[in-house]
């Protein structure tokens, strides 16, 4: 017999996933969530190199905020999108991938190189929940002026402090600070800017 892990729990899984708790993605509206994004990220990506006034509008109805001379290169892949918010004047590159569970916050001015990874996700080290399809998620903060090389990874719960550089292919597992140059699997401060 399935084990009935919110028996004494009202919530819907959204509410529950909403509330940073974990939930099962199983949801309706979840889906219909999903699927909304996915539409959106299709059509930015249509009409980017022909409609630029639209792709914005685009952009503006998928995301929770666009700051001012955002620029964002398809394609895009989220979970929602509506979790995520892109400070004023910051380019994002090719292939990113938001996996917005949880809000995925990039602040103003920071360059995201292609491929990057922001992933809010995460899921039981324990078998039987993660069989059982158990997750949650894990915010991810990316301050001001923050330079993310391309194919770097982000991962659940980390905050990247202003004015750091986050070195290609790294793994981003724990807290940077803000004026460094970190690298590595799992990154690394190596240097202060």
């Keep these: 017999m399935p084990t009935d892990y919110f028996a004494d729990d009202p919530r819907t899984n959204l509410e529950r996933m909403q509330a940073g708790d974990l939930y099962i993605a199983d949801d309706p509206e979840i889906a219909g969530r999903l699927r909304r994004a996915i539409r ?3 059509r930015y990506q249509a009409v980017f190199l ?17 700051g001012e001379g ?31 569970v ?20 995460t899921h039981p080290v324990e078998p039987l929940p993660r069989r059982d399809k158990l997750e949650a998620a894990l915010p991810i903060t990316i301050g001001d002026n923050v330079w993310l090389g391309g194919g770097a990874v982000v991962c659940p719960g980390v905050n990247i402090g202003d004015n750091s550089v986050i070195g290609a292919g790294a793994v981003v597992t724990r ?19």
């Design 70 to 100: 955002v620029e964002v290169r398809p394609p895009l892949y989220v979970d929602y999108g509506s979790n995520i918010t892109i400070g004023a004047r910051t380019f994002v590159n090719y292939h990113l991938t938001a996996l917005d």
């Design 40 to 42: 959106l990220t299709a």
């Design 50 to 66: 022909e409609e630029t006034g639209e792709a914005r509008q685009i952009l503006e109805e998928l995301l929770a905020a666009v």
């Design 175 to 193: 807290d940077i600070p803000a004026n460094v140059v970190a690298v590595g699997n799992p990154a690394r401060p190596i240097r202060t800017v």
């Design 102 to 121: 949880a809000p995925i916050t990039i602040g103003e001015d920071c360059q995201i190189g292609p491929n990057v990874q922001l992933l809010t996700p």
